[in-house]
């Protein structure tokens, strides 16, 4: 199974293998202060991809095409991760505030539909 939480929320005992997926630290966040058991940067989105989306060069559906193209050159990464999912919990921390639309979740539904 797979969730995405926000790092700012408190972790709790069904979260799980918790993996941060930002590609930088979360502002304000002391790395004390969160519990992840693994910092993927490289399953993040691309520095460029991230700042059209922020500056709303393109909108989310955009945003997510490219990004699902960047995560097929993830290669491991992303394997592993969903092969992880298969077998516990995983919860994917990201520090956006747009619970709704968010690298996260593409990410979530790009790990699901991985073969393997």
């Known amino acids: ?16 293998y918790r993996v941060l ?3 930088l630290w ?3 966040m002391k790395k004390a202060d969160l519990h992840c058991d693994e910092w993927a940067r490289m399953l993040a989105p691309s520095t ?6 922020h500056s709303e060069t393109i909108d989310f ?4 095409k490219c990004y699902r193209e960047e995560l097929k050159q993830a290669g491991d990464a992303a394997q592993t ?13 990201y520090g956006a505030k747009n619970t709704e639309q968010n690298h996260a979740l593409v990410l979530a539904d790009f790990l699901r539909h991985l073969e393997g």
């Open 1 to 16: 199974m797979i969730r995405c939480k926000r790092v700012y929320d408190e972790a709790a005992q069904d979260d799980g």
């Open 21 to 23: 997926v930002d590609r």
């Open 26 to 28: 979360p502002r304000g």
């Open 48 to 53: 460029e991809l991230r700042k059209a989306f």
């Open 61 to 64: 559906i955009g945003f997510s």
């Open 81 to 93: 991760l969903a092969k992880r999912a298969r077998k516990e919990t995983i919860t994917l921390l």
